[in-house]
């Protein structure tokens, strides 16, 4: 069964750092592109970041450029958001996504984890 | 940066009727375009793909139209089980992938 499982979220202060992690299960992750996808308490869906199944190429919405990394080790079948100067704006529930390839590219998303919530606040 | 609006922001349909939620981009993005669900509490799910392919075990009485701007996700006969916020995201020119502000389909 592929399943995708969010770990790591918790309460931090403006200007700190959280790492999230998202083990996967089910699919060959080294072949997938993966997304980070957040939706503040009672909003909508924001995309956050991507990056390629080698890991090569990443992109980032511009809110969080400079302050969040995505990265992935397809060697423990797992993907990655380094977040750092944390502001409060960021409060959400981050869900990674499993993306489909439209021809080279990412495309949309076809599996989705639980998410995780991130709380900024003193 | 390509926008993505969607119509009405709330819908209220009876049991078994047909519900239409529209979702328009802010310049062509050809049929990249995916429409998800998320019911309350859940994670999104995905819907449609390429704007009109039902994703795998998708129930026939989704369906997705358009191209360029404008596309439609209608639900045949509504049932209580498709109560949800159902959004539109476009995967043309990113980044960034863009998703619509939803649509809050209750039951009448």
Redesign the interface.
């Known amino acids: 069964e592929v399943q995708l499982v969010e770990s790591g979220g918790g309460l931090v202060q403006p200007g700190g750092s959280l790492r999230l992690s998202c083990a996967v299960y089910g699919f060959t992750f080294r072949t997938y592109w993966m997304s980070w996808v957040r939706q503040a308490p009672g909003k909508g869906l924001e995309w956050v970041a991507n990056i390629k199944a080698d890991g090569t190429e990443e992109y980032y919405v511009d809110s969080v450029k400079g302050r969040f990394t995505v990265s992935r080790d397809n060697a423990k079948n797992s993907l990655y958001l380094q977040m750092n100067s944390l502001r409060a704006e960021d409060t959400a529930v981050y869900y990674c996504a499993r993306d489909v390839l439209v021809g080279f590219w990412s495309g949309y998303s076809d599996t989705w984890g639980q998410g995780t919530l991130v709380t900024v606040s003193s | 940066e390509i926008v993505m609006t969607q119509s009405p922001a709330t819908l209220s349909v009876s049991p078994g009727q047909r519900a239409t939620l529209s979702c328009r981009a802010s310049r062509s993005i050809s049929s ?1 375009l ?1 429409w ?1 669900q ?1 019911k309350p509490g ?5 819907l449609i ?1 390429a704007a009109s392919s039902r ?1 795998t075990g998708i129930p026939a009485r989704f369906s997705g139209s358009g191209s360029g701007t404008d596309f439609n996700l209608t639900i045949s006969s509504l049932q209580s089980d498709d109560l949800a ?1 159902y ?1 539109c ?1 476009h ?1 043309h020119n ?9 649509t809050n389909v209750d039951i009448k």
Do not use: E, I, K, S
Not at chain 2, 94 to 102: D, S, V
């Open positions: 990249n995916a998800y998320q859940q994670a999104p799910r995905l793909y994703a916020v959004y995201q995967y990113w980044p960034p992938f863009t998703f619509g502000p939803g």
